[in-house]
């Protein structure tokens, strides 16, 4: 297709995206979900599972393969940039406090999901359609595990927020279990995909890269970049010249870790969370968020859409994988963090309520299982199941917690306020 004309369905594309990621979404806010949550809905809507199920094509004719990569490109840049905001947001105090529950549930939020993982495996890697023929045992479970083992972070931290209970004993909880839970996940998968080629010394370059780089921004790129907020006016929004700068380093540091082998949103959250804190931050979100989350993610949203096919997880073989992977990933992070938090000493109620906080997906699992397509550890049957797995965890989150702050009434609310009950 000449290049002349890649823009002409561009533009069509994005309009029709934003439009029904809007309207899918608003729908989702009545019936009381994120609207995140319709997003995704409606990217799985846009692909072959829904439109292309009833008007297949006028949904090629949309769609065509040789305009997706365009769509891909847009898509990787929103879901970048918003890791990137992500870190922004990050807050380091959440590992300071609650430390005895908040291990003790990260642990079993990532323990349990990867033991689930490596007793399945062994059966779902001989299931066709699921992992890719060059994909190693060790490394689809490590893959399925991490996938199992994610969470919803960011969606976890605005239910909070929304909620009113940031900053409580119980939002501190959730957030800071939340936060180790998808570190470990995303170590593990950067070991995943750096070994992917067959080569552990490659791995081992890659995840000591990743680590120093780290180090390095937390040691050194810290200081520097503090300087930024001097740059900053009081009450003003940040200048075309600095904004360019952080948008330079955002994409020198996305470059850093695809160059490594790891992946560009590692590199995006890094930067995010070594960003001096207070108004520089807040004026950059403030600037950035609103194009981010309305223009480019939806993108990510309906690129993952097309490449996911339902209609595949009714055949009877992967009908039975979706149900076992649906099975081990509730048991392994709801039920494993609620008795882990039980083990601990919370009550039952509150710790009902992080289990189904941290059940839930979102966005994170649909980067992670890209990412696993993209490189070509799993195939479209375990992508689909993945999908699949990520709206239905995701739609039970927001329903369950309020259920149990209802139920907890006041006694909820004051543990939640860390006063006696």
């Known amino acids: 297709m000449p290049i002349s004309q890649l823009s002409v369905y561009f533009f069509l594309q994005a309009a029709v995206i934003l439009l029904v990621c809007r309207l899918v979404g608003k729908l989702a806010q009545r019936v009381g979900q994120p609207q995140v949550v319709g997003e995704m809905?409606?990217?799985?809507?846009l692909g072959p599972s829904l439109f292309g199920l009833f008007l297949p094509e006028l949904q090629q004719a949309l769609f065509p393969k040789p305009t997706l990569g365009m769509l891909y490109v847009c898509g990787q840049l929103g879901v970048g940039m918003y890791m990137f905001l992500v870190g922004t947001e990050f807050n380091a105090d959440h590992f300071r406090s609650r430390a005895r529950s908040a291990v003790s549930v990260s642990v079993a939020g990532i323990a349990v999901p990867f033991a689930l993982a490596f007793l399945l495996v062994p059966w779902l890697h001989e299931v066709p359609g699921l992992f890719s023929a060059k994909a190693k045992e060790l490394e689809a479970s490590l893959f399925l595990g991490a996938a199992i083992a994610i969470t919803a972070f960011p969606m976890l931290a605005?239910?909070?927020?929304?909620r009113g209970i940031a900053g409580t004993s119980l939002g501190t909880l959730a957030l800071t279990a939340g936060a180790v839970d998808d570190a470990a996940a995303w170590c593990i998968l950067a070991v995943?995909?750096?070994?992917?080629?067959?080569s552990w010394t490659g791995a081992w370059l890659a995840v000591g890269g990743g680590i120093g780089y780290a180090l390095f921004m937390l040691l050194v790129g810290r200081r520097l970049l503090a300087r930024l907020a001097d740059h900053a006016k009081p009450?003003?929004?940040l200048s075309p010249t600095l904004l360019a700068i952080v948008l330079a380093l955002f994409c020198l540091s996305a470059w850093a870790m695809d160059a490594i082998g790891i992946h560009a949103v590692f590199g995006g959250f890094i930067l995010g969370a070594c960003l001096p804190r207070g108004e520089f931050t807040a004026r950059l979100r403030a600037q950035l968020q609103p194009f981010v989350v309305v223009f480019l993610l939806p993108m990510f949203f309906t690129y993952s859409g097309l490449n996911t096919q339902l209609n595949m997880v009714m055949q009877p073989a992967l009908l039975l994988a979706a149900l076992a992977i649906l099975a081990a990933s509730f048991a392994g992070k709801g039920i494993a963090c609620w008795a882990a938090a039980r083990l601990t000493g919370e009550n039952n109620r509150d710790a009902m309520a992080i289990g189904a906080l941290m059940n839930a997906r979102g966005l994170m699992e649909l980067i992670i299982i890209n990412i696993g397509l993209q490189a070509g550890v799993i195939e479209p049957g375990l992508f689909a199941i993945l999908v699949l797995m990520a709206i239905v965890t995701t739609l039970m989150a927001t329903p369950l917690f309020n259920r149990v702050v209802r139920a907890g009434g006041n006694e909820l609310r004051g543990a939640a306020l860390g006063r006696p009950v």
Do not use: D, K, Q
Not at 41 to 45: E, M, R
Not at 158 to 162: F, G, Q, T, V
Not at 192 to 198: D, M, R
């Open 41 to 45: 809905i409606a990217g799985v809507a």
């Open 235 to 237: 009450g003003e929004p």
């Open 192 to 198: 995943v995909l750096a070994s992917f080629g067959g």
């Open 158 to 162: 605005r239910i909070i927020h929304e």
